[in-house]
């Protein structure tokens, strides 16, 4: 095993950065990937109360459990070193202390006290405890561990939490920044209650004073959630994005869900109905037939008129557009026409057994508009779009980003107040409301949900800048070495997929089941069908009526102007 020495003044140590070469040639060989620096400090109390908050907020060693011993040249006593709160607050740390009634010449005496933090031996609260004695001649007083695992078992203590609704993670009916929120089944609350109960320990969670998740301010800090953990004011938080700027400030569990972006909109909206008699065809296809069919009427007029027939021109055209529409003719029986009449039928066949296969589907299933799946397609759309005003990882993305797409997106983007009113907005007017996949989802489960369990908006297909979830601890904080362990354990057997799959199910039973009890309050009657088959209403068939209005219009324009022309040529009979 390599050993690695680094001796530096502690003013000098606590205002250095890392050095850019690696300070470990070999990384850690352990399975879960944690590796320990041990510190040792010869400093007096007051530096080791500078010390001991700030080096594990620092970035040297990153991702290591850290371990102090401590000695300050001069005897300690517990009351002395409890009467300091930055001493009692750390963590693994080991104080040395000369005893100053050691006797040389008595083989019982001991020369050194080895003072300890206990996180939670009183009660739950900290205190400084003598873990052991030692002297040159007779070694340790006993075998117990320096530096045990203390957060093993944390004797009642109780935790406080940060959070801010954002259901299904976190779900609380009442509460604030001062008053602890009253908790409802969520997937967070039931991670949590699995961590407090393995490590005997209780929580309160508490709202941000600012109601934001955080982002970063110009001089680095962050507000919110984020600036609690921060600034200590919170033992740990509830769901977070896991972002390469937060993790400069805190310390995050390992995700535990990988969470997306990804935007609603209203749902696409029915095409008027009486276009489903083209739709069948695109418009290329239509323009190819109507060229076919301008040309196959003089093509015939052409080749009957070679071979002597007596079809005039209108009369051609009339025939090849009565087999286009499937009427019998009769063709004449020259060599010529009856070899364009047999390519002719087989060419209507095809193109009207093509187009009733169609027409049938688009008569029954009415065409929708098309949806919008992409930002890209988003910024191409009259749609606005917007985000809650929380301060959270959304709206950093698009405030810093570099990448022209979000750029865009941050340009033209608003703010709505709440969930359900950004929601609403998005059922009622043009407007694309940004989010998270799975918070979106239980939106849509809890609020959106109609009487047949039809989501009544449009979750974009697309989706951009995945990043894990996970808790927020202090920097240096044991507590996410506890969580750790606990999250792995959860992921591997699947709890947490399952709890997530589990609530947004329930959440999408509980809204279908208001919308059908308000279904039947108001009486509305469900969409009726023949044994298995969708009976055709005057809606499905209005083109036809169209096109019919249509050629009854026409024909009587043409009546009128034969009438015209009748007359007009009577009268020059008569005259002459």
């Not at 805190?250 to 008699?277: C, M, N, R």
């Not at 929601?423 to 489960?445: C, G, P, V, W």
């Not at 050629?551 to 043409?558: C, D, E, T």
Request: with cysteine; net charge neutral; hydrophobic share 40%.
């Amino acid at each position: 095993m390599t050993q690695t020495f680094l001796l530096y003044d502690v003013e000098t140590f606590l205002k250095s950065s890392p050095p850019q070469v690696p300070l470990l040639r070999h990384p850690p060989t352990h399975s879960d990937g944690t590796y320990c620096v041990a510190y040792y400090i010869l400093a007096p109390v007051t530096f080791l109360a500078l010390a001991l908050p700030t080096i594990p907020k620092t970035n040297w060693f990153k991702g290591a459990t850290k371990y102090f011993v401590c000695y300050t040249g001069r005897s300690l006593s517990l009351r002395a070193l409890e009467e300091e709160p930055l001493l009692l607050a750390s963590s693994n740390t080991l104080y040395v202390s000369p005893n100053q009634h050691h006797d040389t010449k008595k083989p019982t005496s001991w020369a050194l006290h080895l003072l300890s933090n206990c996180p939670f031996c009183r009660r739950g609260e900290p205190e400084i405890i003598l873990r052991n004695r030692w002297s040159p001649g007779r070694g340790f007083q006993n075998h117990s561990d320096l530096f045990p695992d203390l957060y093993q078992d944390c004797n009642g203590h109780i935790f406080k939490a940060v959070a801010l609704d954002f259901p299904p993670f976190i779900q609380y009916s009442s509460g604030n920044s001062t008053h602890p929120l009253v908790m409802k089944d969520c997937l967070d609350k039931r991670i949590i209650d699995t961590i407090a109960e393995v490590h005997n320990f209780t929580y309160q969670v508490f709202e941000p004073a600012d109601g934001l998740f955080g982002y970063q301010l110009d001089n680095g800090s962050f507000t919110g959630v984020l600036g609690e953990i921060q600034s200590s004011k919170r033992d740990f938080s509830l769901d977070l994005s896991i972002t390469a700027e937060r993790g400069e400030v805190v310390d995050f569990t390992i995700g535990y869900h990988w969470e997306p972006l990804t935007f609603v909109t209203s749902k696409p909206q029915p095409l008027p109905q009486w276009l489903a008699l083209v739709r069948p065809f695109q418009a290329y296809m239509w323009l190819c037939l109507l060229l076919m069919l301008a040309a196959s009427g003089p093509t015939f007029w052409l080749l009957q008129w070679l071979s002597g027939g007596s079809y005039s021109l209108p009369n051609a055209i009339f025939l090849t557009f009565g087999s286009m529409i499937s009427q019998g003719q009769l063709w004449p029986r020259t060599s010529e026409v009856r070899v364009f009449s047999v390519f002719w039928l087989l060419f209507c066949l095809v193109v009207a057994v093509s187009y009733v296969g169609n027409l049938t589907a688009f008569l029954t299933v009415p065409a929708l508009s098309p949806t919008i799946d992409s930002l890209e397609d988003l910024l191409d759309s009259n749609f606005v779009w917007g985000i809650n005003n929380f301060g959270a990882a959304d709206y950093q993305l698009f405030k810093t980003s570099k990448v022209p797409l979000y750029q865009n997106i941050f340009r033209g983007l608003t703010f709505c107040p709440s969930l359900v009113e950004c929601m609403q907005r998005a059922l009622n007017e043009h407007f694309a409301f940004i989010s998270f996949k799975t918070y979106l989802r239980d939106a849509i489960a809890m609020h959106f949900i109609d009487k047949n369990g039809e989501t009544r908006v449009y979750l974009a297909k697309d989706s951009f800048f995945p990043a894990d979830t996970g808790y927020a601890v202090q920097k240096g904080s044991p507590i996410k070495r506890v969580f750790d362990g606990i999250l792995k354990r959860l992921l591997g057997g699947g709890f947490v997929a399952k709890w997530m799959s589990t609530l947004i199910d329930q959440h999408t039973l509980d809204t279908q089941s208001r919308a059908a009890a308000a279904a039947a309050v108001c009486g509305e009657a469900s969409t009726m069908l023949e044994g298995n088959h969708l009976s055709l209403t005057l809606y499905h068939l209005q083109g036809v009526f169209v096109v019919y209005a249509v050629g009854l219009l026409f024909s009587l324009v043409i009546f009128i102007c034969e009438l015209i022309l009748s007359g007009v040529s009577r009268s020059r009979w008569q005259t002459d």
